[in-house]
């Protein structure tokens, strides 16, 4: 299987921008549906963004506008572009990976350790 790495979380003020990465090693991630998923605290870990092996873009409705994911084949790398950031973006962020698009959480694998993304107001 794929693991992966989160990078890129810190402290921001509000309407600021943050670039996540999440490296790959072990496959090549465009063999997958890559997923970014986030957890507030006391809450449950939701979707915010997927993108396809052909590069569709998918993202929840609280993130559309704002967020933008992309992908690197020759970096094997999947980012998460966050602008305008809210202080209810704020949780742990995860990229995982699946074999479908999807936005099911328990349809993903391969996730990695999290990055942290905190948004003062």
């Known amino acids: 299987q794929v693991q992966l790495v989160e990078s890129g979380g810190g402290l921001v003020q509000a309407g600021g921008s943050l670039r996540l990465s999440c490296a790959a090693s072990g496959q090549t991630l465009i063999s997958y549906v890559m997923g970014w998923f986030r957890q507030a605290p006391g809450k449950e870990r939701e979707f915010v963004a997927r993108?396809?092996?052909?590069?569709?873009?998918y993202y929840t409705d609280s993130v559309k506008g704002r967020f933008t994911i992309s992908r690197d084949n020759a970096k094997n790398t999947v980012y998460l572009q966050m602008n305008s950031l809210k202080p209810e973006d704020t949780a742990i962020y995860y990229c995982?990976?699946?074999?479908?698009?999807?936005?099911?959480?328990?349809?993903?694998?391969?996730w990695g350790q999290g990055t942290q993304v905190t948004v003062s107001s």
């Open positions: 995982a990976a699946a074999e479908s698009p999807t936005v099911r959480r328990d349809e993903y694998h391969s």
């Open positions: 993108i396809s092996r052909s590069g569709l873009r």
